[in-house]
Nanobody, 125 residues
């Protein structure tokens, strides 16, 4: 059984940083595109960043230069380092796994097979 478990969310002031983690268990293939998504109240879920099997990354324009996605294969964990946070970043953050070597249609949530339960990020002004 594949499980994704996010952690690291919390409440910080604008300008602060958080690092989210997503631990993957039960998935044995080396092929996986890992994505981070977020959903704010009343808004649609949006792609934040993704990282392919070979390590290439892609970001939403709204977070480019502020967020960094990375992965540690040995720990089977994906990270999202979030810097220069602002209130517009407030949302529930989810990690997701796509069974693909690269990340085609990376921001399309319907293309991901496995999802975590989410971790809340709240940024105060």
């Amino acid at each position: 059984q594949v499980r994704l478990l996010e952690s690291g969310g919390g409440s910080v002031q604008a300008g602060g940083s958080l690092r989210l983690s997503c631990a993957v268990s039960g998935y044995t293939s080396s092929y996986s595109c890992m994505g981070w998504f977020r959903q704010a109240p009343g808004k649609e879920r949006e792609g934040v960043a993704a990282i392919a099997s070979e390590g290439s990354t892609i970001y939403a324009d709204s977070v480019k230069g502020r967020f960094t996605i990375s992965r540690d294969y040995a720990k089977k964990t994906v990270y999202l380092q979030m810097d220069s946070l602002n209130p517009e970043d407030t949302a529930m953050y989810y990690c997701a796994l796509k069974i693909w070597y690269s990340c085609p249609s990376w921001s399309a949530s319907s293309t991901y097979t496995y999802w975590g339960q989410g971790t809340q990020v709240t940024i105060s002004s």
